[in-house]
């Protein structure tokens, strides 16, 4: 083999310097296949033996899946959702609140105290299948004692009149009701009775407006 230093880098080789299968550091393994040996000829395999080396690497390498088995296994891979899963994963429709009595309570307290007014009520009553509500607001204590004892009467009364059946409720209830003497005076006074007109005769009037009611 040829070596030299900076005055062989520049002369011009031969042909049969370019020939590297003359070299004696050189063998050839096969077409265009060559072993360099490092210090001296090398120990070339047999042509028996690449052949046989050539032939595992084509066995050994590893088939090329085609798109189709890709898509197969890639199917096959995937998990199959049953209906329960569907089912499991459908949004669940919340519980409806439980309201309880400690609730419509609150409720109802804190809805009478946003009013302005002096006095206020908010009432519910059953009355056989029927249930009615009776609110009232006012500063009229009056107006509010009134509201309350026509609504009631008005859930009992059916064909009576309001005023009958309020009198019959307050005959029949065990609280005895008190009249200021000026009132009846002004019922004999409307109905004119005086000290002269017995008792007959005032039996007789309350008889004929069928019932005692006195006047505003």
Do not use: C
Not at 18 to 28: C, G, M, N, R, Y
Not at 173 to 194: C, H, I
């Amino acid at each position: 083999m040829v070596s030299g230093g900076d005055q062989d880098d520049d002369r011009v080789l031969s042909p049969e310097e370019l020939d590297i299968e003359e070299q004696e550091e050189v063998a050839a393994i096969g077409e265009g296949r060559y072993v360099i040996g490092p210090d001296g000829p090398p120990n070339a395999p047999a042509e028996s033996e690449l052949e046989d080396a050539d032939d595992d690497s084509e066995t050994d390498a590893p088939e090329a899946a085609t798109p189709q088995q890709d898509t197969d296994h890639q199917t096959q891979s995937q998990p199959q959702s049953s209906p329960q899963t569907q089912t499991q994963s459908q949004p669940q429709t919340p519980p409806e609140p439980q309201v309880t009595g400690r609730d419509v309570k609150k409720w109802l307290g804190e809805e009478l105290e946003s009013h302005d007014a002096q006095y206020a009520y908010h009432i519910a009553a059953k009355y056989g299948d029927s249930v009615a509500h009776q609110q009232l607001a006012t500063d009229d204590v009056g107006a509010a004692f009134d509201g309350l004892l026509v609504w009631y009467a008005r859930q009992l009364a059916g064909s009576t009149s309001i005023d009958r059946a309020l009198g019959i409720l307050l005959g029949e209830s065990s609280v005895q009701v008190k009249y200021p003497t000026k009132r009846l005076v002004a019922y004999l006074e409307e109905n004119d009775l005086g000290p002269e007109d017995s008792i007959r005769d005032l039996v007789e009037t309350v008889d004929e407006q069928d019932g005692l009611t006195f006047p505003r």
